[in-house]
């Protein structure tokens, strides 16, 4: 019986999620802000220092940020990317392959689903822009 490679099956199943019905948003490639929150959103990951949730593995923000980012540039390559709340919803809510939520552990609070997580750090990543460009 031949074994089954995530591995494998991984580009045709986040091809499948970026292309369902209201999955492309934010059609075609990102905006420059949109590009830059999303990376900003990755980064922010990379340096938080909680631990990510996919597939029952729980991995280091270092791996977190590097899956997200093999993720984001998979779709980026294909066009199929949009805004920071579509890459919320589509890459780094759950796992493309299995459909299960990722979840987010950091020091000092509940375990959250990593949509929360993001959303929480993407209303954060837009209050410091904003009154970083409030006139003074």
Not at 101 to 106: D, E, I, K
């Amino acid at each position: 019986m031949p074994r089954f490679h995530a591995r494998a099956w991984f580009p045709a199943v986040l091809l499948l999620a970026l292309h369902a019905p209201g999955a492309r948003a934010g059609e075609g490639a990102p905006t420059g802000d949109a590009s830059a929150e999303i990376q900003a959103l990755i980064a922010r990951m990379g340096e938080s220092a909680c631990r990510f949730q996919r597939n029952g593995r729980w991995h280091d923000a270092a791996e977190a940020q590097a899956h997200l980012q093999r993720k984001y540039d998979w779709a980026r390559r294909r066009g199929m990317s949009g805004d920071a709340e579509a890459f919320i919803e589509r890459a780094a809510s759950r796992s493309s392959l299995t459909g299960r939520p990722y979840r987010v552990a950091c020091a000092g609070q509940p375990e959250r689903d990593a949509g929360e997580w993001f959303r929480a750090q993407l209303r954060d990543l837009r209050a410091d822009h904003q009154s970083a460009t409030q006139p003074r």
